[in-house]
């Protein structure tokens, strides 16, 4: 587990320190126009969205080993190439086929712990601690070193832990590569070379998958443009850091704590309920921030952080507890998560323009809450009728 864990954090940390450094070399040393960021964002992600299906067909039609090792070594490879880049063009073409090489990560890392036998919950809950660590590392310390040395000291060690993940996932996957005799059969059989995708009724699709699109629409619709609108209302400029750092503690906790929690939550209908506390929770804050309550718009964050990082556990315990499906799952949940990502600040920034700041948070979180409330009664009708033909 240790090894995996390992090669997990390098990824994660590599792909943040990528992820950084693009964002500022565009915004600042490029000095590229809105165009361009909002064009280098959209890269960053799109693959991701629109090659989900190559994604997952990977685990039925390649060795998981060796398909995780040769887009690990390109990655470093092309992280490094950005080293010489100083075009925003040719920067956009070269993060097109990085991300692409990015997609392959989750789902085949999903499909390597279904083969393991070995305590999914754990991993869900330190994989979620590693992507919070992750996200407060990188760009803190990726921020200093740009700063003090320029972005491509950034590129440079993202493509070095990216490479020295790969070189551990070479030496160390061999023996975790290893299938059981009865899904080795399987697998091995003529039929497997197909993928089997599952059907849309499958639990996860009905239970996630789809409360998911909701959930994301909200989410990033309303982070994307936080900082933008913590400036609007006057907001003093370390409150977006705090805000970070309630949200990432929140996270933390909840990942120590489900750690020790052997309950089932992931049998629950999480993501419904998530979704709606969190946008309670938004609503309160554009409440309190008109008010200038900073204080109480960071405790809000914290418990936001509480419940943002049990969507992610309790959708990875799913993803890694099922054998057959896992990368179809993570791609899937990883498809869903990158449109959103592209297209929910647009919606966003479509609300502002033309209905101005103030209706923002509130329209984004009564519409999530409407939408859950109508998925949960379209369900509950449908398990109804199953019910009365049974």
Not at 348 to 377: H, K, N, P, Q, R
């Amino acid at each position: 587990m240790k090894k995996l864990l390992t090669i997990y954090t390098l990824s994660n940390l590599s792909s943040w320190l990528d992820f950084l450094a693009v964002t500022l070399i565009v915004s600042y040393s490029m000095e590229a126009g809105v165009f361009t960021v909002a064009l280098a964002s959209i890269a960053l992600v799109a693959p991701q969205f629109l090659f989900s299906r190559l994604f997952s067909h990977q685990y039925f039609t390649s060795n998981i080993r060796r398909t995780l090792t040769v887009t690990l070594l390109l990655r470093a490879l092309i992280t490094s190439s950005l080293l010489f880049i100083d075009s925003p063009a040719l920067l956009l073409l070269i993060i097109l086929p990085r991300s692409l090489l990015l997609g392959f990560f989750e789902p085949m890392f999903a499909a390597l712990i279904s083969r393991m036998q070995a305590d999914t919950k754990k991993l869900a809950s330190f994989t979620s601690l590693i992507n919070t660590g992750s996200k407060l590392v990188a760009p803190a310390v990726g921020g200093a070193i740009a700063a003090s040395y320029g972005e491509n000291i950034v590129f440079g060690l993202g493509a070095f832990m990216c490479l020295l993940s790969g070189i551990l996932t070479l030496i160390f996957v061999q023996d975790l590569n290893k299938l059981p005799s009865s899904i080795k059969e399987q697998h091995d059989s003529k039929d497997s070379m197909m993928p089997s995708k599952p059907p849309i009724s499958d639990p996860f699709y009905v239970n996630i998958l789809i409360p998911s699109v909701i959930y994301y629409f909200m989410v990033f619709a309303v982070n994307n443009l936080f900082p933008y609108l913590l400036n609007y209302y006057g907001a003093p400029k370390s409150l977006l850091g705090y805000c970070l750092s309630a949200a990432s503690l929140g996270n933390a906790i909840v990942g120590f704590s489900l750690l020790r929690l052997k309950t089932k939550f992931e049998d629950l209908p999480f993501v419904p309920l998530i979704t709606i506390v969190i946008a309670t929770a938004f609503l309160v804050i554009s409440f309190t921030i008109k008010s200038s309550m900073w204080v109480a718009i960071v405790i809000v964050f914290l418990m936001t952080g509480l419940f943002t990082a049990s969507m992610m556990i309790l959708s990875s315990r799913k993803i890694f507890s099922s054998s057959e499906h896992s990368p179809s799952y993570a791609s899937s949940l990883q498809s869903i998560q990158s449109f959103t990502m592209m297209s929910s600040p647009i919606l966003g920034a479509l609300l502002v323009t033309y209905f101005g700041e103030d209706i923002l948070m509130a329209f984004v979180s009564i519409v999530a809450i409407a939408l859950t409330l109508l998925y949960w009664g379209i369900t509950a009708l449908k398990k109804s009728q199953r019910s009365r033909v049974v």
